[in-house]
């Protein structure tokens, strides 16, 4: 995401012991040398390897649990008892990777490396770094005798990447009870941005948008292409995209975006600072909403958007096409519907030729405000290490598992604790990495920040 320009001069100072960091280290390792792919990983072996070290630190047998729908999509749920005086804390991380192929980079992606002061392997950015800080942390607090206030529930979970046996979804569909809690802590989504070496934001994910494809057809008689007439497949299908193009949704907005432009603003500064400022107060200005809008991330902050991804039409090259199809890819705000999104392309195209359908029906997730108090917390865990990198709420414009949790009522807030370069996400790519200090700084936080929530 692209937060501005302002560059905040911030080190980070604390101290660790050697053993934690070993701790958090061991884990990491264990993590990413266990292939959790699709294809030919499992994700049973690294819950039962994370389920074993709960075991050995002496977590209550029936306190661990590894379930799931499949005998190679375990999930892992482990709950750290507290003293019963507020409602239970999930925090969750998920254990599958996405695909890596040895040919695609430098190194085996499956065989844990430590080069040049940055740690590599499948999952080292997405999400096994949360995984191994979540783990860590819990089988430190233990051993220093930490009592919560309340349970704190580990879910790792199997398939957030793809594949059929979403983990989130079915622990909350078939054993809501397991991961039931007040609000849910995700280290899959926000976390600290770096540009140029600097520490510009914490990002909270609070919202996120939701996924809406639809399938835009023509069919036509066709005919011999010597004999062209103005009724074609392919140009009413090029009218209707053409019509997209130009076509912008309301600005819509919700109490999290309204906080990341409000935030934001103050730190980004000069026209654009302005520009945030305005669309908080009156959200339909042209002027700021234009020149807002020309940057692709605020764009999508502000609106639903839809775009074609895909194309395919005519059967051969002297014929005149039969049918035209295009996919067309929508990100609904929360609060927007996918009936109201086909009834604006309806109205926008306005060929009746046309057919215009939704594929796989999705439902949109709400936001989850921020409270005051878990603001605080949060500011003051990331102020303890970081002092004065600005905490900005925002909404996913991609999709986590956060959605199935809000989608249930548990509010859910995405707060990697990791710092990463703006200019070089590896997540899902070749030669995945974090830096290593990095990666120690995300475990400490997540101490500092489940100690303050428990308690
Ligand atoms: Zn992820």
């Not at 009413?236 to 193009?245: F, K, N, P, R, V």
């Not at 603001?375 to 991609?398: A, C, D, H, Q, R």
Request: net charge negative; glycine share 8%.
């Amino acid at each position: 995401m692209r937060l501005g320009l302002l560059l905040l001069a911030s080190t980070c100072v604390f101290a660790q012991l050697p053993k934690e960091r070993e701790r958090a280290r061991d884990v990491f390792v264990e993590l990413i040398e266990i292939n959790t792919t699709d294809s030919a990983g499992d994700n049973t072996q690294a819950a039962e390897a994370m389920a074993a070290r709960f075991r050995a630190a002496g977590f209550p047998p029936a306190d661990i649990q590894v379930l799931g729908p499949n005998p190679h999509k375990g999930n892992l749920v482990v709950r750290y008892r507290g003293t019963g005086a507020a409602k239970p804390i999930l925090f969750i991380g998920h254990l599958d990777v996405v695909e890596a192929r040895r040919e695609d980079w430098s190194f085996d992606p499956f065989k844990f490396l430590e080069k040049d002061g940055y740690f590599y392997g499948r999952g080292a950015e997405d999400d096994k770094s949360g995984d191994a800080a979540l783990v860590a942390n819990f089988l430190r607090l233990k051993e220093e005798g930490f009592q919560p206030d309340r349970d704190l529930i580990l879910a790792l979970t199997s398939d957030e990447e793809g594949g059929d046996y979403n983990g989130a979804a079915w622990l909350l569909h078939t054993h809501r009870d397991l991961v039931d809690a007040a609000f849910c802590v995700n280290t899959d989504a926000g976390g600290g941005e770096f540009e140029h070496g600097r520490r510009i934001a914490l990002s909270v994910q609070a919202a996120e948008k939701t996924f809406q494809s639809f399938k835009f057809e023509v069919k036509n008689k066709g005919g011999h292409s010597s004999l062209p007439v103005p009724d074609n497949a392919i140009y009413h299908l090029a009218g209707s995209l053409d019509a997209i193009q130009r076509y912008a949704f309301p600005v819509l907005l919700n109490p999290v975006s309204r906080g990341f432009f409000d935030r934001m603003s103050a730190i980004v500064g000069g026209q654009e600072g302005s520009d945030m400022k305005a669309v908080v107060q009156t959200p339909d200005l042209p002027g700021p909403v234009s020149r807002l809008s020309k940057i692709a991330y605020l764009n999508a902050m502000l609106r639903t958007t839809c775009v074609p991804t895909m194309l395919q039409a005519g059967d051969a090259e002297n014929a005149l096409p039969q049918d035209a199809v295009a996919i067309v890819n929508c990100r609904l705000v929360p609060g927007d519907s996918a009936q109201n999104v086909l009834s604006a392309l309806t109205h926008t195209v306005h060929d009746m030729q046309v057919s215009i359908t939704p594929l796989r029906p999705e439902v949109a997730g709400p936001a989850s405000p921020i409270p005051d108090d878990f603001m605080k917390i949060l500011e003051s865990s990331s102020n303890s290490l970081w002092p004065g990198v600005p905490v900005v709420p925002v909404m996913e414009t991609g999709a986590t598992d956060g959605k199935y949790f809000r989608l249930a009522g548990i509010p859910t807030y995405g707060v990697s604790g990791f710092f990463y370069d703006i200019d070089d996400v590896r997540a899902h790519g070749r030669d995945e990495r974090i830096g290593a200090e990095s990666f120690f700084e995300g475990v400490e936080f997540y101490y500092r920040l489940m100690h303050a929530l428990a308690k």
